[in-house]
Every structure is written in structure tokens, then in C-alpha cells.
């Protein structure tokens, strides 16, 4: 059991974190182990302080949850193109959230017209957790629209799965916001059979969608009833007696205004009572009605005007029965429009009320569903997001020296610093010092102690000796070697040679062969390999897969492609892909013969005779492997293909032309080339990587040596 569920609104006002916490108690009381995460925060204007979602969940159960990224970090990263270093963050506190539970609910962001972003968000966020998106609606005019448009931006085209909808709030009046606060709330009380058959409606309304009806959440009004404290708090009031402050909550108000006999009819239980306090004869009314056994919810002084001491001590004994005595300065008239647009949201604090809430929403829910769909064994695809988060994570914990030969190039001396602030490696760059502290400054930087420079003018003479030892089979002499190590990549594999550094990357600047020869010359393939040979991680939107071999070899033959495809499969599991290796070749299964084809049979059979613990399967076309339908459709006894996530191609010609044009076409991160094969880490980059680019190669590098 391994799920987690993303939670969006089709618009505001929908009650996203209500139902969120509900879903919660729901998997709660069916036995499993729920989580709660908030990724990004999204305060109300009453809001102070932490993240109200996340204070609730504290406070009405026993998970705890990180706190969120907060909206103005995310808005700022999104702004700068880096939303891929968000979804990083993103990863990092739901791996937090998600240690000890069987499905963590996510709780995203409500948009509306002031949160254009929001939909962005949501979507990058269900795509770096492979989350299964619940749609939260409310009964209103073009709801259907509104759950269609929202669905088109969760379709498994997108890279997520929209798997469920929930519709909250069946049965409110029109305006529900602060219906508690207004006059007439006795006559749009919470009628449950009525509530019940619009849900119905909607079911039914529902039933030809693709995704599952969760339930129907009822309105119920007095699930919205604010504290007498919360009704102080938003005005501002002078507190004259404290009372049931915390425990009395406001139903519906009444604005007494009338004669003593005309407003017998408004003491009823729930009620604030608002008018001037020089109307004493309603306030001694109110104070008999609570001598009678009416819990009034409080009263409401206006214009600054307090009772008179005597008035006060004769109903000392009424006031002393809890009810909360309040004094504003403003008018009746304009204390009552003020309550009227009073933020309908619970209080942060308001654990009895949200507790409620959470009952509710769970009793109203499809649980035999859910129990269902949490007993599916889902294998979560490994994100883009999640991946490189594994791999800062991972090469942090290796804690390995990796020398960049091409130390003075601008893109890699960024690329050293922000390793080292990450603490991700630590960074060797060979290069004049002073030509590299010149370059930094011009970024904006200041290199540390935690970046190595080495100038190779002074350190050069003492790789001599080793370097002619090594090659002396090929002739090599002292002053041949001295020439080849004017190269720094030469001077820098060396040093790897030699177990100075645990790793090189190199290529920004130098070409595959420039960067790969020295190291097949000085460090060698390991025992157990056959040939050296590459993979692309390929950071596609919804999941990352693997390409081999893309930048070695020309035209290997079905042992050497064999070997290629079990050296693609274990990288890929140490790097946390679950390998499904698909053979590719233009044809798929038995339907196309001749030489190409043949190898790639043949190179099959190898891989399953040598590694029978792998998932393989070939010749198969891209297609066939990578899509579902398709595979069912081509290979339908196959376990791999649809679901191939090791792509390993027939030749280079087909390997590199493939990876450009996904790269390009799609604009795909692709990681890489990683080389697979050597006895110590070499890799190269692309001479148009980025400063991202080097980056993650060098913790590639560095896992690689671990």
C-alpha cells in the first residue's frame, strides 16, 4: 500500500482544507495510516502565524507534519524559472510527512482570481509526488464546467491521475458566508432531506465521468458557528465579562432595535443580542431570559456606551450564569454590516468545531471505496522532482572529491559553489587561482575553503612518473607524458588514477572523446564489465527513464548489447528506478526479421540467461514500450511492455538521435551521459550544459564513487 492523494478545489470556497482533514479521519477510522502535508502555504487575511491546515491537523490528531514552504519563497521561485529547485523542496518535507504511513494526503492550493499561479502549483506538485488528484467542488452554477476544466489539467496525459471528486457543501443557501450572522438563519437551517436529495442529483449527475464519486458532504450550518471569542477577536471588541467566551457560539444575531415588546421574540438560544448599551430595558430582558435556562451566545454593547454600575450589579447573577458582555465604539447598525462580512472560515484554535467538521465529512464519504483504492499496490513512479532530490540527498551522504577539469569555465565554477552550499560534493577545479577568483566575483560569488583550486602549473611535474608507468606498454615516455598532461582532463584523470579525487566531470567545454579517452587510457573498465558504455536519465514530465548507450558505442553486437542493457538495468536500480528493460529495435516480438532485428533478439536471450533476476523483453518498439495501449495491443503477454522505464537502443545512430530529439523536441532535462563500466568515475557533459546540468552530474559522479 503506497499512496498519496492530492486534494484541488474546482474554485474558492469549496472548504479544500475541511475536507482534506475529513479524508484524514475517514482513512483513520477504516485502519490506515494517513499523513498529512501542505506543501505551499496559503494564509487567509485572519491568518497569523503558521499555516492554518497544518495547526489544525496538530491539533486534532497526533501527525505531525512539517511546516509549509511559504507562498512568497514559491512565487519567487516560479518567477525565476526555478521550479524545478521547488518541487525539490516539495519532495524533501513530504518525504518527512510520509515515513511511517500507508497514504498521505496532500492538501494543494484553492485557485481563484487572485491565485492564477495556483493551478501551476498543483499540477507540478501531483506530477512530483505521482499523487492521485481528488477533485473538491461545491453546488454552484456551471459546477460541471468547472470540474471539467479543472480535470483536463490532471489528465494522465499530464503526468497525473485524476482518480475521484468530492462535493462539498450540498444544501447551503446561496450566500453561505457568515449565514450564521444574519437574521434570517432560522429559516435557512441545515434540512438534511433535502441536502440528501440534491446529492442524489449530483451523483447521478456524476455517474458518466471517468473518475469515482467519493460523496456528498451536506451543509450544516452550525459547523460554521463562530465563538463569542472569535466574534472579539475580529472586532476588536473591550471584553466587560469574559463568560463562556470560548464555548458559546453565535448562531444567528439579532440587531435589537425595536421596543422591549417587540423584540421578546429574538432571546432565543445561539443568539448574539446586538444594541446601544443605554438600552437597558433590553438588557435586563436578555439578562431574565438567561435566568430561564436560555443560553443566549452573548451580548453585544454598541456606541461606547457602558451600563450603569448599579444596572450591572442587579444582574450580576444573570451575567454570572456565562454570558459573554461585549463593547464596541462603532454603531449598532455598523457593527452588525461589519459581522455580516466577517470571514466565514474556523478559527485555527477552534479544535472542538473542526473536530466536528472532521466527522462529518468522514461519515459522508465512499469508505469502502477508498479502502479499496488504498489496498491497490501502486509503485509510485519515480518523478523528475523526486530524482534529483534522491540524488542531493544521496551524494550529500557519500561526501566525495570530485575534480572539474575545466575549473576557470564560469558555468562550472557557479556549478562548485553550489555544490559546496549544498554540501553535495566537494569540488576540485583546476585552473589559474587568481583567473578563477576573478571569474567568481564577476558571478557574484566568493569561492571557500569547501572549493579546491589547484593551479596544474604547480602540481603538474608530479604525474609523470605515474603517468609513464601506466602507459609504458604503449611506448609512452617522460616527455610524451609531460605534453599530454598540459590537457588538464589528462591532469584531472590522473589524479583519479591515482585515488587523489574520487570522480571527474569534464565537457563543458571539451568534446565525448576529449573528455572518455583518458579515462579508458588511465583508469580502464572494471572486472566486471565487458565494455564501457552510457546512459541518459531523461527527465520526462511525469517520470524519469533511462537511455542507453547514447554516446559510446557505434554498433555493438548482441554480447556487447547485452551487456549494455544489464549495465543500464543495475544503474538504474542504484539510482532508485525499479528496472522493466525494453530491447529496442524497429519491430516488436516475432514480426520482423533480419539482422538488426536479430540482434536485438538475440541480445535478449543473453540478458535473461545472464541476469534472470531482470525484467526484459525485446525486440519491441518505442511505442510498444513505452505506451500502455499500445503495449497491450503489440505484446500483450508482455510484463514490460507499456511499462519499460530502461530503454536500451540498438546503436548509437539510433540512441543519440533519439535522446537529442526528445530533449530538444520536448524540452526534456536529460542527466548525463553517466558512463558505466570504468573502474572509477569519469562523465561527461553536454558542451551546452547548464549550470543545473553540472550540477547533478557531479552528484551522479559522487554517488557513483560511493
Known amino acids: 500500500m503506497s499512496h498519496t492523494f492530492l486534494l ?6 469549496a472548504g479544500l482544507t475541511t475536507v482534506s482533514l475529513g479524508l484524514v479521519r475517514a482513512l483513520d477510522r477504516l485502519g490506515i495510516r494517513a499523513a498529512f502535508y501542505k506543501p505551499v502555504a496559503q494564509l487567509h487575511e485572519s491568518d497569523h502565524g503558521a499555516d492554518r491546515s497544518t495547526r489544525l491537523i496538530e491539533h486534532c490528531t497526533d501527525i505531525a507534519t512539517p511546516q509549509p514552504i511559504s507562498l512568497a519563497r514559491a512565487k519567487a521561485l516560479l518567477g525565476s524559472g526555478r521550479e524545478g529547485l521547488l518541487m525539490e523542496e516539495v519532495i524533501a518535507l513530504y518525504r518527512q510527512s510520509s515515513r511511517h504511513a500507508d497514504v498521505v494526503i496532500v492538501e494543494g492550493l484553492v485557485a481563484d482570481s487572485h491565485a492564477g499561479y495556483a493551478t501551476r502549483l498543483n499540477t507540478a506538485i501531483a506530477r512530483a509526488l505521482d499523487a492521485e488528484v481528488i477533485l473538491v467542488g461545491k453546488p454552484e452554477a456551471g459546477l460541471e464546467d468547472a470540474i471539467d476544466i479543472t480535470a483536463n489539467a490532471f489528465s494522465s496525459e499530464n503526468g497525473s491521475a485524476l482518480i475521484g471528486l468530492i462535493i462539498n457543501k450540498i444544501g447551503a443557501p446561496d450566500d453561505e458566508s457568515n449565514v450564521n450572522l444574519k437574521a434570517d438563519t432560522l429559516q435557512t437551517r441545515f434540512n438534511q432531506q433535502e441536502a440528501e436529495e440534491k446529492g442524489g442529483d449530483l451523483a447521478r449527475q456524476m455517474a458518466g465521468k471517468s473518475f469515482h464519486y467519493i460523496g456528498g458532504i451536506p451543509w450544516d450550518a452550525s459547523l460554521n458557528a463562530p465563538r463569542m471569542c472569535d466574534i472579539a477577536d475580529y472586532l476588536g471588541a473591550t471584553i466587560l465579562h ?8 453565535v448562531q444567528r444575531m439579532e440587531l435589537c432595535a425595536r421596543s422591549l415588546k417587540n423584540t421578546l421574540a429574538v432571546y432565543q438560544p445561539h443568539t448574539l443580542l446586538i444594541f446601544p448599551g443605554d438600552r437597558e430595558d433590553v438588557f435586563v430582558a436578555a439578562c431574565m431570559a438567561a435566568m430561564n ?3 443566549i451566545a452573548g451580548i453585544l454593547l454598541t456606541g461606547g456606551l457602558r451600563p450603569s454600575f448599579g444596572m450591572l450589579n442587579l444582574c450580576e447573577q444573570a451575567i454570572q450564569t456565562g454570558i459573554p458582555l461585549l463593547l464596541v465604539e462603532s454603531s449598532s447598525f455598523q457593527t452588525a454590516a461589519k459581522l455580516v462580512n466577517m470571514p466565514a472560515e474556523v478559527a485555527a484554535d477552534d479544535i472542538t468545531l473542526i ?7 468522514a461519515s459522508h464519504l ?3 471505496w477508498l479502502k479499496a483504492r488504498c489496498e491497490i499496490d501502486r509503485k509510485p513512479r519515480l518523478s523528475p522532482a523526486a530524482f534529483r532530490y534522491q540524488l542531493i540527498q544521496q551524494a550529500s551522504q557519500a561526501r566525495r572529491c570530485i575534480v572539474l577539469p575545466e575549473g576557470e ?5 557557479m556549478a562548485a559553489y553550489q555544490c559546496q552550499q549544498r554540501q553535495i560534493a566537494q569540488c576540485m577545479l583546476l585552473g589559474n587561482p587568481d583567473r578563477i577568483n576573478q571569474v567568481a566575483a564577476s558571478l557574484g560569488i566568493k569561492l571557500d575553503a569547501g572549493v579546491r583550486i589547484i593551479d596544474p602549473v604547480s602540481v603538474r611535474s608530479r604525474y609523470i ?3 609513464t608507468n601506466l602507459r609504458q606498454h604503449k611506448g609512452l615516455n617522460s616527455q610524451m607524458a609531460e605534453d599530454q598532461l598540459q590537457d588538464r582532463v589528462v ?5 583519479l588514477a591515482m585515488n587523489e579525487v574520487d570522480g571527474l566531470v569534464s565537457g563543458a567545454l571539451h568534446t565525448t572523446a576529449n573528455t572518455v579517452r583518458p579515462a579508458f587510457q588511465l583508469i580502464g573498465t572494471s572486472e566486471s564489465a565487458e565494455l564501457v558504455s552510457s546512459i541518459f536519465f531523461m527527465c520526462l514530465p511525469d517520470q524519469v527513464v533511462v537511455y542507453g548507450d547514447c554516446a559510446i558505442n557505434p554498433d555493438p553486437n548482441a554480447e556487447e548489447l547485452a551487456d549494455i542493457a544489464i549495465q543500464s538495468a543495475d544503474s538504474a536500480a542504484r539510482f532508485g528506478l525499479e528496472p522493466r528493460v525494453a530491447m529496442l529495435s524497429y519491430s516488436t516480438g516475432e514480426s520482423g526479421a533480419g539482422h538488426d532485428v536479430d540482434k536485438v533478439r538475440q541480445a535478449t536471450r543473453i540478458v535473461r540467461q545472464r541476469r534472470p533476476d531482470l525484467l526484459v523483453d525485446g525486440p519491441l518498439q518505442y511505442d510498444a514500450a513505452a505506451i500502455v495501449s499500445v503495449g497491450k495491443s503489440k505484446a500483450p503477454e508482455s510484463l514490460v511492455a507499456g511499462n519499460a522505464n530502461v530503454f536500451v537502443f540498438p546503436d548509437l545512430n539510433t540512441g543519440n538521435t533519439t535522446y537529442k530529439a526528445v530533449q530538444r523536441s520536448a524540452r526534456v532535462v536529460s542527466v548525463g551521459p553517466m558512463l558505466q563500466g570504468l573502474k572509477k568515475p569519469v562523465n561527461d557533459l553536454s558542451r551546452g550544459a547548464s549550470v543545473e546540468d553540472i550540477v547533478y552530474t557531479i552528484a551522479l559522479t559522487a554517488i557513483q564513487a560511493g
Open 355 to 361: 473536530d466536528q467538521a472532521m466527522d462529518h465529512v
Open 491 to 495: 591532469l584531472g584523470t590522473m589524479m
Open 242 to 249: 469574559e463568560g463562556g467566551m470560548k464555548l458559546r457560539r
Open 465 to 467: 612518473e605515474p603517468m
Open 366 to 368: 465512499d469508505t469502502e
Open 409 to 413: 569555465e564560469p558555468r562550472t565554477i
Open 293 to 295: 435556562g436560555v443560553r
Open 8 to 13: 484541488v478545489s474546482t474554485g474558492s470556497g
